[in-house]
């Protein structure tokens, strides 16, 4: 009886109640969709770094405090790679080879820092041009093509494009090749991309006369929740020979990034939600307050303060339920939105964007519909109050 009272009730006046439902709705939707937004910046962030430099990396010890000159030899690689094949919880294991030197052709050079790995087209794809698929095939990045001035014969895709390249690493003597360029390498760092050549780690040995060997060993999990305890079973097992940097060791630009990212989503998330507590707190108080003079003539007609106290109730828990099912559906639909439409999210000194995603989560769905829950339970304390505190006369006469 009291549910069927305060269903009609609510209906009432529908213009009130309708846009009533419509404010929390959108409140409930802004709330669940900034939660998105905000997880994906996070993991967007940790899953570019990852890409990048991969879950961890294993080198000699003091290799990445002087990059270029302590190599993993063969015995080293085959030790290490041995101890990985025991851990199902990893995925991807790649020898990279870091060496520098100069590049150009007869009218022009600049230095560049190659990056010869096992695997490069499990990482590299060329974003003009064609990947890398045979031996004397190398990438270069696009901004470093444009200062060779052979950016638009590559993406033309001219097969005569060849570059000379001229580099040593770890005593192996001046070496000097000629390469064809295949395709243009975008990281979207312009730094990067001005300087970054690309190859197959055997074309590297071989050009610098080298025996099976490395820089480093990168190594990417299924699953970068299993981090800490797959790099503390590594290191236990490789007995402090070799050093592990994990990926955040290897960014620490991530650190800063993510600071400035999250004091700056703090801020906005206490405004916001500072802006919907006031906001709702206001229209559900004014429309429970207007109609303070139906609660006076339930009152009046023999109503006792639990049975309008229980409508009031009902009604708030009505208002809330069906505003956070319209409230997900509208977030749902943005987010649908956004992974049919172009919106691309650009990192600070970047170039090329990332596709906005929305991630939703159960815990930030729960945490907002709570935030929503608490807000409309506290705007109805001041209506019941006044109801149960005015006699039917003044609630009437309100």
Not at 293 to 314: D, P, R, W
């Amino acid at each position: 009886m009291k549910l069927l009272i305060s269903w009609n009730s609510l209906w009432t006046n529908k213009q009130r109640t309708i846009f009533i439902i419509i404010l929390i709705s959108l409140a409930f939707a802004s709330t669940v969709v900034f939660n998105g937004y905000t997880t994906y910046m996070i993991n967007g962030m940790e899953m570019g770094y990852v890409e990048k430099t991969g879950s961890f990396q294993i080198a000699n010890t003091g290799y990445f405090d002087n990059k270029y000159d302590s190599l993993l030899g063969a015995d080293d690689i085959k030790r290490i790679r041995k101890i990985l094949e025991k851990d199902d919880r990893i995925d991807e294991v790649t020898e990279i080879l870091l060496f520098s030197g100069l590049i150009g052709d007869s009218d022009t050079s600049t230095p560049f820092i190659a990056t010869a790995t096992n695997n490069p087209l499990s990482r590299f794809g060329s974003s003009d041009g064609m990947p890398i698929t045979h031996d004397d095939d190398i990438l270069l990045g696009s901004k470093l093509a444009k200062n060779l001035n052979i950016y638009e014969k590559i993406v033309q895709q001219n097969d005569d494009v060849s570059v000379n390249i001229m580099a040593s690493l770890a005593g192996s003597g001046l070496s000097f090749s000629s390469f064809n360029v295949s395709g243009i390498y975008d990281s979207g760092t312009t730094e990067v991309d001005s300087r970054h050549v690309i190859m197959k780690l055997d074309t590297a040995l071989n050009m610098l006369s080298l025996n099976e060997c490395a820089s480093y060993i990168e190594v990417k999990l299924l699953n970068n929740k299993d981090l800490k305890s797959v790099i503390a079973n590594i290191s236990e097992m490789l007995d402090g020979q070799f050093e592990v940097k994990d990926w955040k060791q290897l960014n620490p630009s991530y650190a800063q990034v993510s600071g400035m990212f999250n004091t700056i989503q703090t801020f906005f998330c206490i405004i916001m939600y500072f802006f919907i507590f006031v906001a709702l707190s206001f229209s559900l108080n004014t429309e429970f307050t207007e109609r303070l003079n139906e609660f006076g003539t339930l009152k009046a007609i023999g109503a006792s303060k639990e049975t309008l106290i229980s409508i009031i109730f009902y009604e708030v828990i009505m208002i809330i339920s069906i505003s956070l099912l319209i409230g997900y559906g509208e977030a749902q639909l943005i987010r649908y939105l956004s992974s049919i439409c172009d919106w691309q999210f650009i990192p600070p000194g970047e170039e090329i964007g990332y596709k906005l995603v929305l991630i939703f989560n159960k815990t930030s769905i729960l945490l907002s519909a709570c935030f929503i829950i608490i807000v409309c339970m506290l705007s109805s304390i001041a209506p019941i109050c006044k109801t149960i505190k005015y006699s039917p006369d003044k609630l009437m006469h309100s």
